[in-house]
């Protein structure tokens, strides 16, 4: 499946992608084509070896501390950018006031999160930031939810695992496991459309676009 290759092209031409934010010679940090919410960014590592690797063992300690620098830019972009384009409402999920809400490590904490898939559709390594609004018209299944909102998705912090998950086990988690708002937690079960409608209200809601 040549789908599965697609990220090849941006870690050995980044500068031919629209998509592409920031490169050097270690990383290259994209917007995803596919953005599963407000703001969804890749990291994707450079390095021959280490782009082959599975991505819930290839982060040792070595690894992450290569690599931190490059998550911290991508969350840094996120915030700027996030929080140039919407403002809190009252009432908000995830920050009580805008003092919180303009905070760039309470945002960070609270709204955006980083890590990998434990069953990666791509071949090249990647690391996934992304805010937790899940708000996008690229949103359309359950698998795409879920993937983000469950244990399907291996926190930064939780990196690496000890061995790789059975990817069998993992897809059947995605097709057993419910759907729940991930601003009030309600349960969708498999009901994504009513899901999706619901996510929508819910950021008008929590954000408001600036003027």
Not at 10 to 21: G, S
Request: proline residues 4%; positive net charge.
């Amino acid at each position: 499946m040549f789908w599965k290759l697609a990220l090849q092209d941006y870690i050995r031409r980044p500068q031919n992608f629209q998509e592409t934010l920031f490169w050097d010679d270690k990383v290259v940090i994209v917007n995803d084509a596919f953005p599963k919410a407000q703001f969804h960014l890749l990291i994707l590592p450079r390095d021959p070896q280490l782009t082959k690797k599975h991505s819930t063992t290839a982060f040792g300690a070595d690894e992450k501390t290569y690599l931190q620098p490059y998550v911290v830019r991508a969350q840094d972009y996120i915030f700027d950018q996030f929080t140039s384009k919407f403002s809190p409402l009252n009432g908000n999920r995830f920050f009580r006031d805008e003092q919180e809400f303009f905070d760039k490590e309470t945002f960070v904490q609270r709204f955006v999160q980083v890590g990998v898939h434990s069953a990666p559709s791509m071949n090249n390594l990647h690391v996934h930031v992304v805010t937790k609004d899940f708000y996008s018209s690229k949103l359309k299944n359950k698998k795409h939810y879920l993937s983000f909102n469950s244990d399907f998705f291996i926190l930064w912090s939780q990196l690496p695992l000890s061995q790789i998950p059975s990817a069998e086990q993992q897809e059947q988690l995605l097709k057993s496991r419910d759907m729940a708002c991930t601003y009030c937690h309600a349960n969708f079960k498999n009901r994504m459309q009513h899901l999706k409608e619901h996510l929508e209200v819910e950021f008008s809601k929590n954000f408001a676009e600036r003027l």
